[in-house]
């Protein structure tokens, strides 16, 4: 049966705005879903201040973990510093008739009359200087050490500033402090000219150091008279290789030259050991060994000391002469 032309054009001309009218429907549902969607994938204000709040939480614990984390690392670095330190003192004195290298009180950069020559504490004028570590006349070490200057230095010193050399692509820039390591004053040569306190150098230096702070004093004490001193490896008595202590990490604020000064009698400290690591400090050995040493208090260069941290210096110091090891 056939339809009628006009009903058929009728019916669709009657169909057309539901079509029309089912498709905005579906534009507007699609546009609230969107919008709903993103409504629901938003932060709330309250939301986020939890989230931030958890955030600090957790940074708050994980900070000392990390710092703790990075002393030990650095514990490690400076232990591993000693160690090469001391090994590179073993083959100077193997090349020099045993005697260790000069350790005078005077932070003199004559080549030849220190071991490491210079200043280096706050305000001093090689305090960012590397270039006397560097130099193999004014650093008697350094050959042995492949010319790592890093090696003088605490890892964990944090001192920069502006560099005081003399090297066209350095000066300008910001550097790390040349040197914390510092050498007993009971260890080391010195020569005929500056021996028994002399105020200029001459000779080879092949006498043992006199030692001036350990007798109390200055000037008091003099070569293994009252307190002994080592001006040859082979020739350390008491307290014996393994407990006699030849470089420290000196506290920045009591480091000048390169040689630490400690008093045997006074229960004080003449300069002071370091405390980088957590309160600890470095020391390397006559024997080749290095550790950490963990200190009741922290030591400060020209103060009285804790009388177990200074009796544990004491002992690894110095003895009096005659003392067996």
Known sequence: MKRDPCEITSNKMASAPLKARSCHVSIVNRHACHAEAERRQAFTLVELLVVIAIIGILAGLLLPVLSKAKQK??????????????????????????????????????????????????????????????????????????????MFRCPADRRQGLYQGTDPALIGQSVPAARTFSMSQAVGTVDLGYDGYGSSHSGVPNLPVSGPWLDGTYLSNQHNAPWATYGKASAIGAPGPAMLWVL???????????????????????????????????????DGHSEIHKWIAKPAAQGDANQTDWNWMQQRTSAKVGASP
Not at 89 to 115: A, K, Q
Request: hydrophobic share 35%; aromatic share 10%; with cysteine.
């Open 248 to 286: 420290v990490d000196e506290d920045a604020n009591g480091l000048n030259d390169a040689a630490f000064a400690f008093d045997m009698v006074d229960q004080e400290w003449k300069d002071a050991p370091g405390s980088y690591h957590n309160g600890a400090c470095g020391f390397a050995f006559a």
């Open 73 to 150: 690392a650095q514990g490690s670095i400076c232990l591993n510093n000693g160690k090469q330190m001391m090994t590179a003192m073993t083959l100077y004195t193997s090349e020099n008739r045993d005697l260790f290298p000069p350790n005078p009180d005077d932070g003199n950069t004559l080549p030849g009359y220190n071991w490491c020559s210079g200043q280096a504490g706050i305000g001093g004028p090689q305090e960012f200087d590397p270039d006397v570590i560097k130099d193999p006349a004014r650093s008697l070490l350094i050959t042995y050490l492949a010319g790592n200057v890093k």
